[in-house]
């Protein structure tokens, strides 16, 4: 059965998800993409980690006039740590740059970290993207007015809503050149509810993630570790994140504190940290992009999403590049 239907903004096929299985089925409609004109981009971890958020935070950004489409295509980043990953990539930016500039879509709402650094490189590039906003999550639910409420936190944190809690802000590594999600996450917390650890904002310590992604597991350990401690020795009670990825990471593999996402504790929804391991199983790419993946030399699952917005649009445009 599933959960929640909608038309994806970018590609036009009816997408359903299906919390209790983690899965989504896809089904070309009448090849029509939505005419949208700033949509929620939620990334591939969150709907991985925490699918029934998705409706949830679309629905909140919907009825405030935030955005009025959702796509769940991939951004494209994890395709670098693919066999000959940089044409991959390369090609598959090409191919969304051409979908997004064949709409009417002006602004990206992103929930990652890694999906804004990961959009904003790639619309540069080009002159008929380069202007589209792409937007924090975090910065855009405080603008509208939400904070997280003390006593939701305190009880997911402690068990007692009554309880004093205070966190401890991670900062994600594809963040420190903008500070986007680093301010947007601050905003969310009530004064007194936060303290910075020795590393943050430009100067934080990577989570370990990306070192685990290229293989390098003793030194994704180490990194852990360092927040860890650190978010211990300025006595917080938990750390808090606004990268999905970083969330897995910090709880799977330091010891000293719990780590947790603003989301949950925004909407009042735990995630089972040590039961997502194997969650990341949805990946949507363009089908094209699809087509040339060797599905023999990689451990990660992918499905493929049409581009038939393109079929009336020139495949590229070499005069739209910035060199």
């Given at each position: 059965m599933v959960d929640f239907e909608f038309i994806d903004a970018l590609t036009g096929d009816k997408v359903g998800l299906i919390y209790t299985q983690g899965q989504a089925a896809l089904a070309k409609v009448d090849g029509n993409v939505p005419n949208c004109k700033s949509i929620f981009f939620p990334g591939c971890s969150l709907l991985n980690y925490a699918m029934p958020l998705v409706p949830a935070i679309y629905n909140t950004l919907l009825d405030a006039g935030e955005v009025d489409g959702l796509s769940v295509l991939c951004c494209g980043k994890i395709l670098s740590y693919e066999p000959n990953g940089d044409v991959l990539r390369a090609s598959f930016e090409d191919e969304l740059r051409n979908v997004v500039a064949a709409t009417s879509i002006k602004r990206f709402v992103c929930a990652c970290?890694?999906?804004?650094?990961?959009?904003?490189?790639?619309?540069?590039?080009?002159?008929?993207?380069?202007?589209?906003?792409?937007?924090?999550?975090?910065?855009?639910?405080?603008?509208?007015?939400?904070?997280?409420?003390?006593?939701t936190?305190?009880?997911?944190?402690?068990?007692?809503?009554?309880?004093?809690?205070?966190?401890?802000?991670?900062?994600?590594?594809?963040?420190?050149?903008?500070?986007?999600?680093?301010?947007?996450?601050?905003?969310?917390?009530?004064?007194?509810?936060?303290?910075?650890?020795?590393?943050?904002?430009?100067?934080?310590?990577?989570?370990?993630?990306l070192p685990r992604a290229a293989g390098k597991f003793k030194q994704a350990d180490k990194c852990a570790d360092i927040n860890g401690r650190e978010a211990l020795e300025v006595g917080s009670d938990a750390i808090i994140t606004a990268c999905m990825s970083c969330n897995f990471q910090l709880n799977m593999a330091q010891p000293y504190i719990q780590c947790v996402h603003y989301l949950e504790?925004?909407?009042?929804?735990?995630?089972?940290?040590?039961?997502?391991?194997?969650?990341?199983?949805?990946?949507?790419?363009?089908?094209?992009?699809?087509?040339?993946?060797?599905?023999?030399?990689?451990?990660?699952l992918f499905e493929g999403m049409s581009s038939s917005v393109l079929d009336n649009v020139e495949d590229d445009c070499d005069e739209c590049r910035i060199d």
């Open positions: 970290p890694n999906c804004v650094k990961a959009l904003r490189d790639a619309f540069s590039k080009d002159i008929r993207t380069k202007d589209i906003a792409i937007d924090v999550l975090p910065q855009t639910l405080a603008d509208i007015g939400y904070k997280l409420n003390p006593k936190c305190a009880r997911l944190i402690k068990g007692d809503e009554n309880a004093e809690v205070l966190f401890c802000p991670h900062d994600s590594c594809p963040d420190r050149e903008s500070g986007d999600f680093a301010r947007g996450l601050r905003a969310l917390i009530p004064d007194g509810m936060w303290t910075d650890p020795k590393h943050a904002w430009r100067r934080s310590v990577c989570c370990g993630s504790m925004l909407y009042d929804w735990r995630i089972n940290w040590s039961q997502v391991g194997d969650m990341m199983k949805l990946r949507f790419l363009f089908n094209d992009t699809l087509g040339v993946i060797d599905s023999s030399n990689t451990q990660r």
